[in-house]
């Protein structure tokens, strides 16, 4: 090895960089140890491959266009052979390799850019997100809200006889407009509030929702029945916890079988030093299977009798998933839906999630 040699190597193994050089039919002959670190696999599994096996073909003739005009610079999805399946992203510099001016080969430079193109990708993605909730929510707003100015306008002019009538649907009005506006809430604050951690008493937590909902629907009666047990404490994030049930209370409500005389809503949670699970069975209108793995779409409806933003469900699912918890359903049409739902415990962690 002579001194520009190990003086090249010794720049490049202390870099954090990831450092491939290819002879001039793009062969692989060198690549840093750093690959190692990065992406976990050895340097020397990549030896004697070519550069064309990592590269996109529209991607791989911008490298060659570059190369033509002596050097370039280019980002691009550098696909390597890693212990995963996660893509790892690149800012990749490639330049030529000459001795006394002929070409001999191309030394690659990549830098790991990965958790700043997530960062990127999340950023786009809540914009879209965002972008369609406003459209989407203005647009269904105007509904509710036309509506109970409609009325006001004809109770004005009926006997008084008759106000009650149309003060009701008003209040029918008004409370999908609040239902609205409660679905915003719960998408602002999931999206932008850390996750705190603080005990919670689920028994507690269901009690005062069940309540605070079933004054919202009280021309739909309906059974309930409960199955509560708590072995230890639980800890999490009670606004976020609250949103869930809320949430799935709430459509087992809407979308109960008016048909049905005896119709019921069984709620069951169990904590333990792991996890909170806890299901919400009703004997509704079940949903269709052809539906049923779009339901946590962001505004699926599944049925026309849907009044809401169709947000709630995609609300559940994106919580959880910040909770670290997941949500299964099983449903029959026309007899009935369950959900499912599994929350860690975070009693045993010293500070808050998130």
């Not at 929510?137 to 306008?153: E, Y």
């Amino acid at each position: 090895m002579d001194w520009g040699e190990g003086l090249f190597r010794e720049l490049v193994e202390h870099s954090e960089d990831i450092h491939i050089v290819a002879d001039k039919e793009l062969t692989i002959r060198y690549v840093s140890s750093s690959v190692a670190k990065i992406l976990g696999i050895e340097p020397v599994s990549l030896l004697g491959r070519n550069i064309r096996e990592f590269i996109q073909r529209e991607k791989f003739e911008n490298l060659t266009t570059h190369l033509r005009e002596g050097t370039g610079r280019f980002t691009h999805e550098f696909m390597l052979p890693g212990t995963g399946a996660q893509m790892v992203y690149f800012d990749v510099s490639a330049s030529q390799l000459l001795d006394r001016q002929e070409f001999q080969g191309v030394i690659f430079k990549l830098n790991d850019v990965t958790e700043k193109k997530l960062r990127e990708d999340e950023l786009i993605r809540s914009n879209r997100q965002l972008d369609q909730v406003i459209y989407k929510t203005t647009h269904d707003l105007k509904a509710p809200v036309m509506s109970a100015l409609g009325l006001v306008k004809i109770a004005e002019m009926v006997p008084d006889g008759e106000k009650d009538q149309y003060i009701g649907m008003i209040k029918k009005s008004l409370l999908r407009l609040d239902s609205f506006i409660e679905e915003m809430n719960d998408f602002y604050r999931n999206e932008k509030l850390a996750v705190q951690r603080e005990k919670i008493s689920i028994e507690q937590l269901l009690l005062e929702e069940w309540d605070n909902l079933k004054n919202l629907y009280p021309d739909n009666a309906v059974d309930v029945f409960w199955d509560i047990h708590a072995d230890c404490e639980w800890h999490s994030d009670r606004l976020r916890v609250k949103t869930v049930v809320t949430n799935i209370l709430s459509n087992a409500i809407k979308y109960m079988d008016l048909q049905k005389q005896n119709r019921f809503i069984k709620i069951a949670a169990r904590v333990t030093e792991e996890f909170c699970d806890m299901s919400f069975e009703d004997n509704g209108i079940g949903i269709d299977p052809l539906y049923q793995e779009k339901i946590f779409d962001l505004f699926f409806r599944a049925t026309d009798r849907s009044q809401g933003t169709g947000l709630g469900l995609f609300i559940v699912k994106d919580t959880l998933e910040r909770l670290g918890g997941e949500v299964k359903v099983i449903s029959n049409q026309g007899q009935g839906t369950t959900f499912h739902v599994r929350i860690p415990n975070q009693i045993h962690q010293s500070i808050g999630i998130g």
